[in-house]
């Protein structure tokens, strides 16, 4: 089973800038996609960005799209969100995982199969 540990998660005020990594333990050839889900207190897990392993192609959910930006370094079996201009609203845990293709046209959480533990991201108003 692959092990995810996320990291980089800290409390920024608004229009501030933070960068996140997921690294795993391993990325065996199953593995499809790679993503980023946040959850902010009382709220469902939502979609924020995904990227195909295989060759890095991005997606993002509208309400980050142009101040997030997902990134992998292959050979460190890493991934990468680095958010800029940040708003209070993103407030939130955030959740790398490993998902399955599906998850590529829909964006929905039950095509997750693997998370990580998750960083807190606060941005202040």
């Known amino acids: 089973q692959v092990q995810l540990t996320e990291s980089g998660g800290d409390l920024v005020q608004s229009g501030g800038s933070l960068n996140l990594s997921c690294t795993a333990s391993q990325v065996p050839n199953s593995v499809i996609v790679m993503t980023w889900f946040r959850q902010a207190p009382g709220k469902d897990r939502e979609f924020v960005a995904l990227l195909r392993w295989s060759d890095g192609d991005p997606a993002y959910a509208d309400s980050v799209k142009g101040r997030f930006t997902i990134s992998r370094d292959s050979a460190k079996n890493t991934m990468y969100l680095v958010m800029k201009n940040l708003k209070p609203e993103d407030t939130a845990n955030y959740y790398c995982?490993?998902?399955?293709?599906?998850?590529?046209?829909?964006?929905?959480?039950?095509?997750?199969?693997?998370w990580g533990q998750g960083t807190l991201v606060a941005v202040s108003s």
């Open positions: 995982g490993t998902g399955k293709a599906a998850l590529v046209l829909t964006h929905e959480s039950q095509y997750v199969y693997s």
